[in-house]
């Protein structure tokens, strides 16, 4: 049964193995291939208002983070990012971190999540996305620039929370 609970800097050492994997892959995050272990704890374990852990059997298997979007008057509106290690893809847990972002988002107040920068080439994360409630607002034209692929459309997507 998967678990999702807080982060401590203790998880990050294993945090650290599925971020390094997916940055280094350059394929759905804009972080280099390059970041450094201590920035990616600067990224997701010091900047956001709150990083959770997706566990099962005592093994992170997926991490994500929430934040404000923007600061002062757009600061009702939350940013989220996930993150799942390769081997562990297909169970689930994208939906259930995206639920329980937005469940957990309400709880501190937000009034609505904004996806800044969508790949468009990731499919699975576009649709899933959608199902949980999410509309493409805007497309980037040739804004990422994907390991394998080039230049590819990026997209913003939202949801307000009624």
């Given amino acids: 049964m998967i678990k999702i609970r807080r982060a401590t800097n203790i998880d990050f050492d294993e945090i650290w193995t599925i971020l390094h994997e997916t ?17 990616g704890f600067h990224i997701w374990m010091e ?7 997706a566990i099962e059997n005592e093994k ?8 404000p979007n923007q600061s002062g008057l ?5 940013n989220a990012g996930y993150i ?4 562990f893809r297909g169970k689930g847990l994208g939906r259930a971190m995206c639920k329980h972002s937005l469940k957990e988002a309400i709880i501190f107040g937000f009034k609505g999540m904004q996806y800044n920068f969508v790949v468009a080439s990731n499919h ?13 607002v805007g497309r980037l034209h040739n804004a990422y620039n994907h390991k394998e692929k080039g230049y590819v459309d ?7 929370f009624d």
């Fill in 23 to 39: 940055f280094l892959k350059g394929d759905t995050y804009v972080f280099s291939p390059d970041t450094s272990k201590e920035e």
């Fill in 47 to 53: 900047t956001p208002l709150a990083t959770y852990v």
């Fill in 60 to 67: 992170i298997m997926g991490t994500y983070f929430i934040k």
């Fill in 74 to 78: 757009g600061s009702h509106i939350c």
């Fill in 84 to 87: 799942i290690a390769s081997k």
């Fill in 124 to 136: 699975v994360a576009v649709e899933l996305w959608k199902k949980c409630g999410f509309s493409i």
């Fill in 154 to 160: 990026a997209y913003v997507m939202y949801q307000w």
